[in-house]
């Protein structure tokens, strides 16, 4: 059940014309009202053919009339709306049943508090079976203004109780930290105008999209005013920057002014103060660019700032900022990737947007290497090769699954349902960015006996995930890859335990194809054995003493332990 209040005005008959009458699309039926104050005194133009919607009008804004009479300065935000909608599938309710919850209701806003006899007045319309709108005039008998100060938190408890003792659809708990739900206005502005969303939720997305291109709050401003978005910044006398509002262009008021919001509007967490103490905690030494001389290595840098997102979740406030920078890089990641997994990513970065802010208050600084790789992403000039991408996909599918599950721990209700959406549309395109390296791998597969020497290394380096991996149909491709690895001077036994340790196995649809993404990138250069190099020094080290002998015998690579060698 989803009870939402609405702005404040000052024309009750003219609501009282939207809930009497047909609706916009002939969708009213019967309106009549189920509850209100002093309801025997109250005319009911629904049900009563004497009564008029002006009579009832005057009869709600009494309270308000005397007021304004007795005070020079008039009221004129005194009218509180507020409908309450049931979900599709719910069962149809009553009208007594609605009263009730009516009464609830404005009992949990304070407007007509438990026995309180000099509360406001108010009624509450039904005209449709899944809905009601509660309307009141927010002056009470006694002259007073009720106390209305964080009613919306109040009444979203009272319907999470409701739902409980009524049977109903259960909703989650809101925690303050969620963005504002379109207006009514907005909604029909926008399908007026063609645009798919709302101003706000189209500012929403833009400004998220330029934070990885920024390093302070005058870059960011600067950015979305080149990307043709109205900016009004707000300056101290110093010039200092104090605020900013943001306007989506054609979206403009009835004087043909265009219409501005503020950054803490458009979403919580989009507010100058915290923009900017995002953007300055994950500032580099030099800028970006200047690092564009290394761009094969900025998707592998990215990985690697991966590497130890689980650990740094231990403290909640480090916690916060790696989950914050987490939603940085997929954000980046989805605008620098190819085509074909665009579409995915950036579902999932806007997925993830409700995962990346809760009442935590996040220690920004802790996760500057992540904010840090994104823009190193943003500023590559040259995309990423095939096995780099997936591999970073992937690490950021298991950094997802490690953010969910962390917000589950913490009862982030909102915070996890949108992770888990980020991680249905992150698996997509991690299978699609793994494809092309499957095929390339399952061709140069290696030879039988070769394969059964890598089984053995694959049950000894993670035994409790051996046969999943061994029956995996990914697993002709890992063998091809442990091959490669160990031809670079790698040891197989020592890639796994430790893609192993990277991220437990158990859960993995596939750990074939998960240990294929890991090793990718822990594997990619080579790398000399370490023994055959303890045993080099050593061999150089009592030929050299010899007379004659200036040169150093071949030697052999080592295995290891039990390993049969081929």
Known sequence: MIAAIKPSGANTRGLLAYLYGPGRHDEHTDPHIVAGFAMLAMPDAGRDEIATLTQLARYLDEPVRLRNSEFGKKITDHVWHCPVRAAPEDRRLSDAEWGEIAQRIVTAAGIAPEGDDLACRWIAVRHADDHIHILATTVREDGRRPK??????????????????????????GDRTGTRAPTQAEMHKAERLGWEQTSREWLQDRIRAAIPHARTAEELLAYLEADG?????????????????AGRPGDLNKDGEQIFHPGGKIAPDLTLPKLQARLEAGRPEE????????????????????????????????????????????EATAQKAPAHLRAE??????????????????????????RNAARDIIHTATGPDGSALAALIAALLWAG??????????????????????????QAAADHALTPTLVV???????????????????????????????????PA?????????????????LLKEAAAQRELGTARQPA?????????????????????????????????????????????ATPPNRPRR
Request: charged share 30%; proline share 6%.
């Open 148 to 173: 209305l100060h964080d009613s919306g938190i109040r009444v979203g408890d009272a319907c999470r109780e409701i739902e409980k003792d009524y049977g109903l659809r259960r909703l989650k708990k």
């Open 345 to 370: 990513l950036h579902a999932a970065s806007k997925a993830f947007a409700r995962a990346q802010r809760s009442q935590i208050r996040a220690e920004d600084r802790a996760a500057h290497a992540i």
């Open 513 to 557: 194809r998960v240990l294929i993404t890991r090793l990718q990138h822990t594997s990619r250069n080579p790398r000399p054995n370490p023994r055959a190099e303890a045993a080099r020094r050593r061999t150089t080290a009592s030929w050299t003493g010899r007379p004659g002998h200036g040169t150093q015998p071949p030697t052999a690579p």
């Open 401 to 426: 699954i490690i953010a969910n599950r962390w917000h589950e721990a913490k009862g982030h209700a909102h915070q996890a349902d949108a992770a888990r959406q980020a991680l249905h549309h992150l």
């Open 229 to 245: 978005i109205a900016i009004k910044a707000r300056r101290g006398p110093s010039g200092d920057l104090l605020g900013y509002a």
């Open 287 to 330: 800028h970006p660019t200047a690092r564009r001389n290394r761009p094969a290595t900025a998707w592998h840098q990215a990985t690697e700032a991966l590497d130890y997102f689980r650990t740094d979740l231990a403290d909640d406030t480090h916690a916060q900022a790696h989950i914050t920078a987490l939603g940085e890089l997929l």
């Open 441 to 475: 791998l399952e061709q140069r597969q290696p030879k039988e006996e070769d394969r059964r020497i890598l089984a053995h290394d694959v049950r000894a380096a993670i035994p409790d995930q051996a046969d999943r991996i061994l029956t995996d149909p990914s697993w």
């Open 478 to 494: 890992l063998a091809a890859l442990l091959a490669d690895a160990e031809a670079r001077g790698h040891q197989p036994h020592q």
